[in-house]
Structure formats: C-alpha cells, structure tokens
C-alpha cells in the first residue's frame, strides 16, 4: 500500500479528523453488546492523544435514513469509549455546523470529540460535496481508519478527503490491508481459500478473482447445493439459486482447466425442515433425501477441510460452512475455525474476511487464535474480488 500512513503525519497540536466505524450492535437499554469495532480503533485514537493531537471521531451507526433517530445516536458509544480509553471522550450533537467546529476548535491537546451518527443527513452517503467540505473544516489532517467502510465512496470516506491538505490510514485499516493484500497479491504457499455463505451470487467475482491465485478452493455453505444441482445430483429442499446452476457449472470446468483443486463438500447434515429442533441425519453429497435439506456440511467432508488447512502457509476464509446461527449446524462452521486457530499456531497466515465469518468464529470464541479477522464484512469481499476500494484510493500517495 503506497499510501501515507498515521506514522507519516505531524499530529502534535493538529486537529486530527478521523472516520472510525463505531457502527456497533446495541441493544433495546442502549447498551453495546459487541464492541469488538471500538476496542480495534483504540491504537489509532491512543497513537493520536499520545502525540498531543486532537482527535476528532466520525462515524455512521445503523440506518436512520437521513434523519436524527434517537436509537441511532453515538451518545452511548461515546460513553463506552471514554470507559475503555480512560479518559473523558466529549460528544457533539451533531457532525457539522458552527457549534460542532465551535467544538472541534476548542480542543485542548490530547482530547477527544466524537461526533453525532454521520448518516442524520442523506448527503453523507450521496457523498456531497458541501458536506464533505463542511466536515473537512472540523480538521487539519485526515486520517481513515474504518476500513468497514472503505467499499463505499460516501462523503466522510471519499468527498472529505479532496478537502484537506493530507489524509492518511489508521493502523486498523493499514492492518486490514497488510493481511488482506498479502494473502491476495504475495501469498506463502500453499494459499488455500474456503468459501461459505448462504448465494454464489454474492461470492461469483470472489471466486473468479481467486481461482487465479489459490491452490485449492473449498467450497461450503448453502451454495455448495447449486453446485450440486451443476452435477446433475439431488439436493431435495436445499437452498438453491436455480439461475446460477449454469454458472456454477462453468466454474467447475474452469477449475478443471486450471488444474485447480476445487473442493466440494463429500458429504453433508441435511434435516426434514428448517429449524433447530429438526430431525437431522448424515448423507453422502450424492444420496440427499428429496424431500430433505442440507444445512451443514459432514464429518467426512470437516476432515477434507481440516487436512487442506493443515498443510496450507495461507489461508483465507469468508462465509460460514451452515445455518451456524443453529447451535445443531454450526459444527461444520466451528470445526474450519477450529482447524484455523491449529493452523495458526504451526505459523500459517490465517485471515477471516468479516460478516458472518466474523460472527462465526467469534461465537466459536475463536478470533484471537487467528492471524487476523476483518472487521469489514463488505469491504473485505470487495478487496478479495480484487476491486480497488473508494476509502483506500482517496488516500494521498508517498512520495
């Protein structure tokens, strides 16, 4: 990444604008049941009063539509920042105008103001430019370190930076494109990739991208059945996606072409409908049940994966194996996180893009086994397609 970075920059005595992504899950009290997104913001932030700046954070929480809702504001992520900061974290009520620059210019060296939700005002994610101006006027210097955010071109990520003299990347983000782009452009060998999730059709140009540069790509999830479907197997009531069952049979013949590995689960959990409670059995992937549905992948097919992982220098993997949300389906899930925190400690690069990979290996209690687990679920598709990210290219270049 030949991009300016945090250490690059001057931060004594500057206002030290700051897009994080505090877009955290709250509860019905307003209470942060996951702070995972603040507590990966906190070396920036520490780096930022630690040399006497002035930090100025910005941020988006949920979908309140271009309107203050009072269940969207940032107050109560202000308040939990200032807990694991330990110090005060002021908070304004809103993200611009006279009393919030009011705000940001009054700052003292070594301070902190978190701004009101970015997206009260629909002209954050038009990325309009009045706005993006008036936000670069709360600070001197720029500094992005929400990656999370980095796939959208909106105005506290792209517009903001054609306003200020230096924007730079935070150490989150130049994390997450350390792993990322080193398992993508320069990989140890073998690279493996394991690919999960409900569609192919969020995952087409990620495995497209990546048959180009993985030794073996394992296949799971519910789109494991149309590929299935792609050779002429029963799925019975499994999820399918009858309009890719073509696609996912050219990906196959360009795998072979390739002389790819390209792994399809051997055997799979299937239930007789879809809830926790279900009555469940372990089938080959050819004899699945017509009237029956897949919703994991098997044991056989875990110790397939496992003996991949195992002998791979990278890895890298986005989407969970089943319906993990159901504590009944989430072994196949668990066991690729499982084999990834092994993985790990025989020196392997494990990444684990975000979303509900993410989630997966947190509810495993898994993520501090791997090398790195993205907080970007969007962005980090995004990257793995080899997309260039409107965040990230906005950033002033090295010299």
């Known amino acids: ?81 200032s807990r694991v900061l330990g110090k005060p974290v002021q908070f304004a009520p809103d993200c611009i105008g006279a009393d919030v620059e009011g705000m940001a210019n009054s700052l003292n060296d070594g301070e902190c103001l978190l701004l009101e939700n970015l997206r009260y005002h629909n002209e954050e994610e038009a990325n309009d430019p009045k706005f993006a101006e008036q936000l670069a006027r709360l600070g001197d210097v720029y500094v992005n370190d929400a990656f999370g955010t980095a796939h959208r071109a909106h105005a506290s990520t792209e517009g903001v930076t054609r306003y200020v003299r230096v924007s730079a990347a935070g150490y989150l983000m130049q994390k997450e494109l350390e792993y990322l782009g080193r398992a993508v452009s320069n990989p140890a060998r073998p690279f493996v990739a394991i ?126 194996m089943g319906v993990f949300e159901m504590e009944r389906f989430a072994a196949g899930t668990n066991a690729v996180a499982q084999a990834l925190g092994e993985a790990t400690k025989a020196g392997t690069v494990t990444v684990v893009g975000g979303g509900d990979s993410a989630a997966a290996i947190a509810k495993a209690g898994l993520q501090k086994s791997v090398s790195h687990v993205s907080t970007g679920g969007g962005a980090s598709l995004e990257f793995l397609e080899g997309k260039v990210l409107p965040g990230v290219a906005a950033l002033t270049e090295k010299d």
């Open 195 to 320: 690919l999960g999730g409900a569609k192919i059709s969020g995952k087409i140009d990620v495995i497209q991208n990546l048959m180009g540069k993985v030794d073996a790509l394992l296949i799971g999830g519910g789109m494991m059945f149309t590929f299935y479907k792609a050779q002429g197997l029963e799925i019975g009531k499994s999820l399918l996606e009858e309009d890719k069952v073509d696609l996912a049979r050219k990906l196959l013949a360009e795998a072979k072409e390739r002389n790819l590995r390209l792994l399809l689960p051997t055997d799979c959990v299937v239930a007789d409908k879809f809830e926790n409670g279900a009555n469940t059995q372990t089938v080959a992937a050819s004899s699945i049940p017509a009237d029956w549905l897949g919703m994991d992948i098997g044991p056989e097919t875990v110790k397939l994966f496992n003996n991949e992982v195992r002998n791979a220098k990278t890895v890298v993997w986005n989407g969970p």
């Open 1 to 81: 990444m030949n991009k300016l970075s945090i250490d690059d920059i001057t931060l004594k005595s500057k206002r030290v604008l700051v897009r994080v992504d505090f877009n955290v899950p709250l509860n019905e009290q307003q209470e942060i049941t996951d702070d995972i997104r603040i507590i990966e913001s906190l070396p920036t932030i520490n780096k930022i009063l630690g040399e006497g700046g002035r930090a100025i954070l910005m941020s988006h929480l949920g979908r309140p539509k271009g309107k203050p809702k009072p269940e969207f504001s940032l107050k109560p992520v202000a308040q939990h920042l």
